[in-house]
């Protein structure tokens, strides 16, 4: 192209704000090539349709022709302009961030705070052990005594009880000696084994009917005398 041909070019051309900086920096590098690369850039823009940038815009929203344009035209020859959202915006925008997160029941969460969570050392409650039934006749009363002897320790088998309260008393709970040298002195042998009420007082065993003529108090207080003099009242065969 003359360089006449090329000045009018240049004259008619407005480059935009990136093809000055361009040509300004090519300059250094000879004119012939700046003029050569602004031809060039000047025949690629020029190819380009003059489109208003407000209606482009409008028209990419909408979906429509802008001046001549399609939609798909448009936004591969402006992209700038259309408005279309980075692909960062699009994938923030495909979530919908106008509804909150879903939140438990209050009912829900009311009962669920109300229920304390299982825990091992939570302090049990003892389960009540109930004390185990006797008959109320003798041998009812020499079981039981036998129990509270065991626990206290102090020996003596069932036939030794047994034995000793047929000879003494006959197994009557109520018997009172009214002859001997203790009725004599005002202190009568009372109950299954006949024991008088200093006896009673100093062997009474705990736990037991502080009570002379009680069958179970009156047999495990003997019981604990016989044991403490003879060594148990299995050694006992007669008047103690």
Do not use: C
Not at 11 to 36: C, Q
Not at 118 to 139: E, F, I, W
Not at 185 to 210: C, E, M
């Amino acid at each position: 192209m003359p360089a006449r041909t090329q000045l009018s070019a240049l004259r008619t051309f407005r480059p935009s704000k990136r093809l000055k900086v361009s040509a300004v920096a090519l300059t250094a590098a000879g004119a012939t090539t700046a003029l050569a690369l602004a031809g060039t850039a000047t025949q690629s823009t020029s190819a380009l349709p003059a489109i208003d940038v407000a209606k482009v815009t409008a028209g990419s929203q909408a979906g429509t022709k802008v001046e001549g344009l399609t939609q798909g035209v448009a936004d591969k020859a402006y992209p700038a302009y259309v408005g279309k959202p980075t692909a960062a915006a699009a994938k923030n925008t495909s979530r919908d961030l106008t509804k909150a997160p879903a939140k438990a029941k209050p009912a829900a969460a009311a009962e669920h705070k109300a229920k304390p969570a299982a825990n091992r050392s939570t302090v049990r409650k003892p389960v009540a052990v109930s004390a185990p039934k006797y008959a109320d006749n003798l041998d009812g009363w020499i079981r039981e005594s036998l129990a509270i002897m065991k626990a206290k320790g102090i020996p003596g088998s069932y036939s030794g009880l047994h034995r000793n309260i047929i000879r003494e008393s006959s197994g009557n709970p109520n018997a009172v000696n009214d002859w001997d040298i203790n009725a004599i002195n005002g202190i009568p042998s009372k109950g299954l084994l006949q024991v008088i009420q200093p006896t009673f007082d100093t062997y009474h065993v705990a736990g037991t009917a502080n009570h002379l003529t009680d069958p179970v108090a009156n047999i495990t207080a003997a019981a604990n005398y016989a044991a403490h003099r003879y060594g148990s009242i299995d050694n006992v065969n007669s008047a103690y």
